[in-house]
């Protein structure tokens, strides 16, 4: 299944809510690559995030493409249709050439019973011990795994294979990047159930070239990973050689790798994706989706003036809105509400009290985690400010653009594919800012 558009090794998912920081983003590549190694920037956007901005697929790729024309970038970049369906693909399909197919809402549910025996007849080869190259370990699949692991799955690749069919129908085979993605569940898939998966979507036809499991501990959105960082590496190794093996027994795509969704802030497991992406000489996608507007109040706040007095109106209003706003992320947030500075409190902040909560610095006493969490599912208020928003971001751009870089880079491109350490507390300032700032 190796033809058309390939993705690189390194890959990078960077999500920007109000369309504003491509460019800032994409520097965070340039300076990877400056720093010898090359990642891809994916722009990523799911239907919902358009639905609640009010944006259109086609703004993604006109603001990607003019950061590329503007920074002169000449390797491969994408725009992806983030968590789509069936019933969503449509308005992506122009817009995008890499499509993220969701099959979360289908998994239990039941496929024919024909279709299950005929795949766990024709998958012999998945029961018994599979040895894993290089993971210290093999799997063991017995027949009862298998068929119920078959049940469980093999209705939901096949939805996956009608939307990967209808984009194929519309783009033409090779012209587009698929990845299957079944982190929005209640459950983390083990290492056995990700080989049967990959056999089946190979069964389906879907040249899939980065898979999003569910993976054990909680990965909360925008705040760091919550679990066992061994355990944690331990089974990305396992998941790394399967998919070496389902490539080779298979033909799945070569440069088929893991998609680590809601990968911003995991500070914690970096080292251990790090480790093992060189332990594997593998590809990685990190998907560090929608913490970028995070950087956009930051950079507000320390702006000052009416940056500050927006980014406190944003959380102020937040907090007014706080189980509305959170209800539809229930699952992916933990605040203690104990924590969250009152409305009057916010009022009297400082540039630097605002910033210092909300900038996520492993090990700064100040920062706030419960305050970051709702402000990262706070969007929809500042899509509500709609032009007053953005115009502010437009006065103060030097300004956020710097925390946009920073943050892509320092604390997720360098720990991730440089294995660099503690580079989150480093103050990383370019010659262009340095003039601004003396300015
Ligand atoms: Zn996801």
Not at 4 to 24: H, P, T
Not at 329 to 355: C, F, H, N
């Amino acid at each position: 299944m190796d033809r058309g558009r390939k993705l690189g090794k390194y890959s990078v998912g960077v999500g920007d809510r109000f369309g504003r920081q491509a460019k800032a983003q994409l520097q965070a590549c340039i300076e990877a690559r400056e720093n010898g190694v090359e990642i891809e920037p994916v722009w990523n956007k799911s239907n919902r995030e358009h639905m609640i901005i009010g944006s259109e697929p086609a703004s993604v790729r006109r603001a990607a493409d003019a950061a590329v024309k503007a920074l002169g970038w000449t390797a491969p970049y994408y725009c992806d249709a983030d968590h789509i369906t069936a019933q969503t693909v449509g308005r992506f399909i122009d817009a995008c050439d890499f499509f993220t197919l969701d099959v979360a809402d289908f998994i239990g549910q039941a496929a024919p019973v024909e279709d299950i025996d005929s795949f766990v007849k024709r998958h012999g080869e998945l029961q018994g011990t599979i040895e894993l190259p290089g993971a210290n370990g093999a799997v063991e699949i017995t027949s009862e795994v298998l068929r119920e692991t078959a049940q469980k799955f093999l209705a939901a690749v096949k939805k996956a294979g009608v939307v990967y069919r209808v984009i194929e129908k519309a783009k033409g085979a090779g012209a587009f990047i698929s990845e299957v993605s079944m982190d929005e569940t209640d459950r983390a898939q083990s290492p056995a159930e990700l080989l049967i998966i990959l056999a089946a979507i190979a069964d389906e036809g879907i040249p899939v070239q980065t898979i999003a499991p569910k993976f054990s501990g909680r990965f909360n959105k925008g705040v760091d990973y919550v679990g066992d960082s061994g355990q944690f590496e331990r089974e990305m190794a396992l998941d790394v050689a399967a998919i070496a093996h389902v490539v080779r027994r298979y033909g799945l795509p070569g440069n088929l790798k893991l998609s680590i969704h809601s990968g911003s802030d995991k500070f914690s497991i970096y080292p251990a994706i790090h480790a093992t992406i060189r332990r594997f000489n593998a590809g990685v996608h990190l998907k560090t989706a929608g913490t970028t507007w995070l950087e956009e109040l930051i950079g507000l706040a320390e702006a000052g003036g009416d940056g500050l007095a927006l980014a406190k109106e944003v959380y102020i209003e937040a907090l007014a809105h706080r189980e509305e706003l959170c209800a539809p992320y229930a699952a992916v947030i933990d605040i203690d509400p104990a924590k969250l500075p009152s409305a009057a409190e916010m009022r009297g902040w400082s540039s630097e009290q605002y910033t210092s909560a909300l900038r996520h610095v492993e090990g700064a006493a100040a920062y706030n985690p419960s305050l970051r969490q709702l402000l990262h599912v706070g969007f929809k208020v500042a899509a509500k400010m709609g032009r007053r928003y953005l115009d502010l971001l437009e006065a103060n751009e030097a300004v956020i653009a710097k925390n946009v870089t920073e943050n892509l880079y320092l604390r997720h491109i360098a720990p991730v594919y440089l294995g660099t350490t503690g580079g989150a507390a480093t103050e990383r300032r370019t010659p262009e800012l340095l003039a601004t700032e003396k300015a």
